[in-house]
């Protein structure tokens, strides 16, 4: 990365780490989000520590910082009506979205959020055409900021019971013969979430809401959450041909705080239950039709 850097600002251009997913993790000792000149960390929703909505941007060049805060306070704040139902939100996840309910709010989050009828990551212009929406950008309420403290104290907890999790899965996936994701020896993984390759994904999430399992869909196109009219964003289907069929492919199992021990049981016999729809490798998974 630091080669990198020096031939981006030979060529004045900026390198920007993307750690959306990222917070916690490192790469070769260094934190994500210290390497580049620049990085941000999405704390929306399902992302390692979340205050609802929104995100942070950090940098170690003064002059980029300048340009930040300069945009920061032409941001509009958000409305009372806006902090109180984000409270509501969060309330309605930390307290109301279990395993059994999982699968129905999801899809009423989902769908609420297409139509504006809800806060949601994204409104529904965004998934039509990439034109910003009148009044997107919005500034950080105190309630959010509150809310990211409390979740940073307890952040370490949290990113341990991760991949404590993750661990479980290593175990189970090498008892069925399967490949365990990719981690390289000079970089530390967060498992935001933990990815699995299946041949038949609608079976396996139909499957799911019946074992009373979360699933992530996470990634649905190389353009996630775009899934139609790529070339409205400058991609073409056929560019990426690897990112394209794992795609179609790819499952994600949870890791978050309520994966206690008795859910991991249930999550191991759903995944035996339905190892014949899990694909060997990720090879087997390249090489499929």
Not at 100 to 120: C, E, F, H, K, V
Not at 238 to 249: D, L, W
Not at 276 to 287: A, E, G, P, R, W
Request: aromatic residues 12%.
């Amino acid at each position: 990365f630091d080669s990198i850097n020096d031939i981006a600002r030979s060529h004045e251009v900026r390198v920007i780490e993307d750690c959306a997913h990222g917070f916690g993790g490192s790469y070769k000792g260094r934190p994500n989000g210290t390497i580049a000149e620049a990085a941000f960390y999405s704390t929306q929703w399902n992302k390692p520590f979340t205050t609802g909505l929104g995100g942070i941007a950090v940098t170690s060049n003064q002059h980029i910082a300048a340009q930040l805060a300069e945009m920061e306070n032409g941001f509009q704040h958000p409305s009372i009506l806006e902090v109180v139902l984000l409270k509501i939100l969060v309330v309605c996840r930390t307290y109301l979205l279990t395993p059994q309910t999982y699968w129905t709010g999801l899809r009423l989050y989902r769908w609420l959020s297409t139509y504006n009828l809800i806060l949601g990551s994204s409104q529904g212009k965004e998934m039509e055409r990439p034109l910003k929406p009148i009044n997107f950008e919005k500034g950080f309420s105190k309630y959010q900021a509150q809310r990211g403290l409390r979740e940073l104290n307890n952040f370490k907890t949290i990113f341990q019971h991760r991949k404590k999790t993750a661990s479980h899965y290593d175990k189970l996936l090498c008892m069925l013969g399967i490949e365990t994701p990719y981690v390289p020896p000079y970089a530390e993984h967060g498992y935001l979430k933990y990815p699995l390759l299946v041949k038949d994904r609608k079976e396996l999430f139909t499957k799911a809401v019946e074992s009373r399992i979360e699933l992530g869909d996470w990634f649905l196109s190389p353009i996630h959450p775009i899934n139609s009219n790529y070339e409205y964003w400058n991609y073409h289907w056929g560019e990426n041909p690897v990112a394209e069929k794992i795609s179609q492919h790819v499952i994600n199992l949870p890791t978050h705080a309520g994966v206690s021990a008795e859910y991991i049981k249930r999550i191991e016999k759903y995944l035996k239950e339905n190892r014949n729809n899990i694909f060997d490798s990720v090879s087997d998974c390249l090489k499929s039709k």
